[in-house]
Structures are given as C-alpha cells and as structure tokens.
C-alpha cells in the first residue's frame, strides 16, 4: 500500500492522476489563510446610476457570447438532423405501438 500512494504512476496504480491529485513535496501547503487571502471578492457593481438598470448593454454582451459559440459545419448539421428524426421515429412508433396494444387490451375487456 505505501507503495501505491508512494509511485502513483507504477503498474498497479489505481488512482488516476489529475490535476487536482495532490502529489509531490509541496502537496498540502496551502493554508487557510492563505487560500483566503488569495480569494477575494470582487466587489459589487451598482447598476442603479444607469437608466433600465443596464438593459442597454444586454445586446452587446448578447453578441459578443454568441461569437463565442463554436458553431456546427453543415455536415455535422445534417448528421445532427437525421439522428433526430431517426430517434423521432422510434419514439413514435414506440408510443404507438403501446397506445394500440393499451386500447386493444380494453377493448377486450370492456367488450360482451
């Protein structure tokens, strides 16, 4: 076991190496202090001195996230599209096929 934990890249490790795996000499230094010193708050923006409150920088903010989407090829857009209706399909004629076995199964009860 001291072996493990000591050689975690060995053959028998079990334990994935991470970013967040706390390995080497400086493993366990940090303090609370110094983890709170490092942390500060950002102070709070008071957005009472525009007008609406600053609905008029929504917009621009609006488009400088959408230029950050990575947007699809029309290749992936097909292949995106016929899996949908593929998946449509099953699922309607899953639900279908229930529905009529549901209403066949009353019928022959309720029937004389």
């Given at each position: ?58 917009l621009p903010e609006v488009v400088s996230e ?47």
């Amino acid at each position: 076991m001291a072996e493990e934990l000591s050689n975690p890249t060995g053959a028998g490790a079990a334990r994935p190496t991470g970013k967040r795996q706390l390995t080497g000499s400086g493993a366990g230094t940090t303090t609370t202090s110094s983890f709170e010193a490092k942390n500060v708050a950002k102070p709070a923006t008071d957005d009472s001195g525009k007008p609406g409150g600053g609905v008029a920088a929504f917009l621009p903010e609006v488009v400088s996230e959408v230029r950050k989407v990575i947007w699809p090829t029309a290749r992936q857009m097909v292949t995106y599209t016929l899996v949908v209706f593929a998946f449509l399909i099953v699922v309607t004629a899953l639900v279908s096929s229930v529905d009529f076995l549901a209403g066949a199964g009353v019928e022959k009860i309720l029937s004389p």
